[in-house]
Structures are given as C-alpha cells and as structure tokens.
C-alpha cells in the first residue's frame, strides 16, 4: 500500500501506559530523535503518585506528552493528535485529552475482559464507552507481535514483554518518518555490555517500524519540518539538569567551589544527582540524612567560602524554615531550590502545581525577608540558577530559587551558551590582614557584608543566630535589633536596582494584561500570541523576579484596563501584588488540579474577563 505524506506543522502525541511499560523512555526517545531532526518541542512526563500502583488501574497510568513543531513551541500541547495506549487503563485515563481528530493507538492483547473491568468499564467495549468512535482507532496487537518478533532472541519472557513499549515507538516513527538510527545508537551505547539487548531493542524496534507500513489503517504519514533556530549549538535539557548547570557556571564565573547539602525528595532529586555526577568540575554533593541537615551542611559551607545550595519541595522547605531564619540573619550566601509539587502535605508528590509561594515569601519567624525568584520553562532554569547565585554571592544573602515540576522534569531544546557572555560574579571577600574587619558594616550601594573566609589570618570573627551589631557582637539592644531588622530587609530590596526591568510581551497597552510566574510561562503566551491573531489588545506580564517586583511594575499595569493574574494555585500571586500595589485592581484565573494550564482554559478566561 503506498502511504501519502503530509506535511503538518506541528503535532502533539501523548504514550500512556502502566507504570511498568516504560512510556517515560518510549516519550524520551521520541523527543530525542525530534531533537535531532531539529523539531522544536516542549515535554510532559506524567507520573503516577503511586510507588507502584496495582497493575491495570488508573492510579498506576504513566504519561508522556510531546509537542514538536517547524514553528514555536512553548508547551506540550493542550489536546493530543496522536494517543498510545497500552491497556485499557490508560485509555480511560487519556481519552479526554485526544482531539476528535485523533488517531489512538491501542495494544489489542490488553484489552481482556478482566483487564477492561479493572480499568472501571462497565461494558465490553472501552471506546463506545468513552465515545471515541469518531476517532482513528488502531488495534495492534503489540504484544503478541512482539513476541514474536523476539522469540528467537534468547530473552525470557519478562525481558521479551518489557520490550513492547519499543514496538509501539517503531510504529510512531513510521506514522512520523521519524529515522531509527539515532535510537539505535541508543541502543548501542546503553546496552554496549549486552549484545543481546542492543540486536533485541534494534529488532523489536524495526519490526514495529514494519508493521505500520504493511497496515491498511495508516493510510497517511505525516512530516514536521525542522524548525528554524537561531545560529548555535543546541541540546535537549530538562529543566532540573539546567538548573545544576547553572549553578556549575555560576561557581566557574565567581571562582568559588559548588557545594550542594541535599535530601532527596521528588521532584527536586535529580538536582542533586547531577550536581554529583560532576566532581570533575570540582563538585561537592553530600546526601544528608533529612532536610534540616541538609540546609544547614550547606550554611555551614557558605560560611567556609562556598557557592552553596540546597534543593527541595514544599514539604522538605517547611522543614527548612528555621534554618532559612539562620542563613538571613548571618547573611551568608545560600541559594534554595524549591520544585514545587502538589500539597498540602505529601498532597500528591509527582504533580505540578505554584502553591508555595506564600511559603517562600512569608514561612519564617521573626521579620525574615528573603529574596524570591522563578525559573519559567526548563531551559530557563539554567539563567535563573545563574543569576540566584550571582545575587546571593554579591549581595551577600539567601535567595529562593522557585521551580515546578512540570519544568523541572520537562524538556525542550536548549542553546548552550557561551561563558564569555556571561557577566562575572565578584564576591565581596575580604583580603587578608584587612583589619579591623567588621562582619556587619555594609557598603552603601547594596548593604552587603563583606564575605571573610575561616582560615585567612587576622579575620576572626563571631556570626550567628543570635541578634548582632555591626561589629559583631551579641547584642540585645532593641534599637540595634530594630536597625538591623530595618538593614536586612533594606538590603533586599536593593536588589531591585541590579534586575531587570519587567518587559510585556504582545500588546503594550490595551484591555487585558495577563500577568504571570513560573512555568505557567509558555501557555500565557501562547495564549498571548492566539489572541493577538484575533486582533485582541492582550500583553503578557511574566515576572521571573518576585520579591522584590522589578521597579517598573506599576508603570506597567497602569497601561492596561483590566489584569487577570493566572496561577496554580488559589491566588497567591496575585494576594501579594494586592499587597505590593494596592492602587489596582486584580482578577483571577486559577487552578488546583496538579496538572499545568491548558492554552483554551487561558484564552476562555481572558474572553469573560474582559466581556
């Protein structure tokens, strides 16, 4: 049969299956070979929150949407074209994320009576149940041919059924001409102390491939042009892998050694893994039994000298609390990452939401001011962890460095930046014998102390958590406690004059002004961009900087009738703009449910705010 192709200019496919059919390699392994043809994409694992939920049930479904293009990409997609299924359990969890239009790709051997009624149906047939009939459905009977296509392999049976996730991506790579050989170069490189696996994982993968060409069902293949991309050298990257390696050419640019006092905890875990992977850039990464030990082993090491991090979620940062009072009232440079997850509690720890904000600003004792800021999509994280160590070095505080899980774990393509584009980063060190060295006297343009390190003659000196004057000694004075309560929040809100100012994108005045953080970036503007192309006056304010607001906020909203904050969470962005700007009024779009924006939900609250 000969197959038409067609070129589309852009595509979203979503693999869904049970958390032990291997969806996040199966969407990873697209996503590469979409970046090597030079497709621009944005990803959305999915995870389920379940260690490991009863096979066939909707709690143990795992998904990985991708959305490549020839043109912008800024988020994984609202709606898929193309849904893999691989047993009756992810249909039911994915059906209302397909276009009318789609094609759904079904394993034909999952769907057994039993298995059907585990999923929840309560007929026989899961599609007339879900009123998928006017989609494409295809029934492979992926397993069985996998069988089949490895039963001379010498596998076991386990290894040869794990091995149907690779059939199902052969049948996607045909259905979008995407070439093998980069994943068999995978393959190679993966499996190079195991023949059999690299000549099985090639073979499985091929046959699929196979397969879908010799199907009546597939009646058109479809083609997506490379995107056009600005001169440079470029890779995938999630956003917690960019987040380590900002931190890696931070500590090259400021000359101090990276050190990283962590506990794991989903979402942020990979953080810390990656920073470990790279004691060859001089890296130091210690495990810490929980999470107190962990910020307070990196305190200690921002006291020894160095660029010291922490990374968590919100439950590992209310534990944190305490020791964050520490690290601003030393004043010594400490970057924290917090990958927010949903809550409250373990709420549901593999699920994006932005609802520790308010933590962030206000979950200390005592007046603690800290300095905020928001990664915006994965390969953003890099310049944000950059720039939260330049801050907390020069300026000699903690900064919070807010992440989701929805970047942390995401993906897109990434332009590897050169360091020589990048400004310095000059500490405020003491030299040697500069004495009388004062730990608490600050210079007048940023109030930072001056950073003297333990070891350098004639530097001794006294910090702590208990109240000190600018000499450093223990003081119970409330009037020295009321000054330097008054010097540490004055210092930071200095830093407003060292961040950029806020830029609108779109519309730069007119009705709406949508108003943003974090990685809600891509939907705000695309939604931004579709309601320009229907002639809407719409602008997109998206702060990267939190506390404190760029100075030019004000000037900003003023240009604008209406603004309608959008966030993850029930308003806790736009309580604090109330707070910090009283003169205008804020509405709200908000939503709770663990999952990011959809581009439609934003443009319909944009359509009634403004009616």
Known sequence: MSHKIVDIKDVVIRFSGDSGDGMQLTGALFTDAAALLGNEFSTFPDFPA?????????????????????????????????????????????????????????DADAFEEKRIARAGFTTGDPVKELKLEDRTVIYAPVTSL????????????????????????????????????????????????????????????????????????IQNTYHVKPAKYAKGIYRNINGNQATAWGFIAASEKSGRPLFCGSYPITPATSILEELAARKDLGVKTLQCEDEIAGICTAIGAAFAGNLAITTTSGPGLSLKSEALGLAVITELPLVVVDVQRSGPSTGIPTKTEQTDLWQALYGRNGECPMMIMASHSPSHCFEAAFWAAKLAMEHMMPVMLLSEGFIGNGSEPWRIPRMKDYPAIVPPLVAENEAPYFPFRRDEKRLARRWALPGTFGLMHRIGGLEKDSDGHVSSDPLVHERMVRERAEKVARVADFIPPLKVIGEQEGDVLLVGWGGTFGHLYSAVKELQSEKKRVGLAHFDYIHPLPKNTADIFKKFNTILVCELNNGQFAGYLRNQHREFCYHQYNKVQGQPFMVAEIIEAVKKVKS
């Open 50 to 106: 379940e260690i490991r939920a009863p096979q066939d049930t909707i709690a143990g479904v795992s998904g990985f949407q991708i959305h490549i293009g020839s043109g912008d990409v800024h988020t994984p997609g609202d709606l898929c074209d193309v849904l893999v299924a691989m047993n009756p359990a992810a249909l039911r969890a994915n059906a209302h994320w397909t276009k009318p239009t789609a094609t759904v790709i079904v």
């Open 146 to 217: 996998t069988k089949e296509s490895l039963k001379d392999s010498g596998l076991d049976a386990k290894a040869v059924v794990r091995s149907k996730n690779m059939f199902a991506l052969g049948i996607c790579f045909y259905l979008f001409n995407r070439p093998l050989q980069a994943t068999f170069n995978y393959f190679e490189k993966k499996f190079a102390k195991r023949p059999e696996l690299i000549a099985a994982n090639k073979k499985v993968l091929q046959d699929g491939f196979n397969y879908a060409g010799n199907i009546q069902a």
